[in-house]
């Protein structure tokens, strides 16, 4: 059975810089596109940025884009999400999920993923 596990949320400032973690386990993690969602109170699940098995292909809702940078390394069966320059609108639940697929469009496009992680919370204070 596949689980990831997300690390790294926490407290930061506006303007400051956060880390997320997430370690897939049980299954073989260059099968999956990898992605992260975010859900702020009150609001709906938003997909925030994925990336394809090997890396080479990414996407970013445009509210990240130039602050967030996802990566991943398939020897650590890990993917990162780096935030820079974070907002008070950035604070949220942030879920990583996986789907198995080669390409980041089996992840963007599909109506259900695989696997979720248990979600970490990020707070940007003001």
């Known amino acids: 059975q596949v689980h990831l596990v997300e690390s790294g949320g926490g407290l930061v400032q506006t303007g400051g810089s956060l880390g997320l973690s997430c370690a897939l386990s049980?299954?073989?993690?260059?099968?999956?596109?990898m992605g992260w969602f975010r859900q702020a109170p009150g609001r709906g699940r938003e997909l925030v940025t994925a990336i394809n098995w090997s890396g080479t292909h990414t996407y970013y809702t445009d509210s990240v884009k130039g602050r967030f940078s996802i990566s991943r390394d398939n020897a650590k069966n890990t993917v990162y999400l780096q935030m820079e320059r974070l907002k008070p609108e950035d604070t949220a639940i942030y879920y990583c999920a996986a789907k198995n697929g080669l390409f980041l469009s089996d992840f963007i496009q599909s109506s259900s993923l695989d696997y979720w992680g248990q979600g970490t919370p990020v707070t940007v204070s003001s």
């Open positions: 049980g299954g073989t993690f260059t099968s999956y596109s």
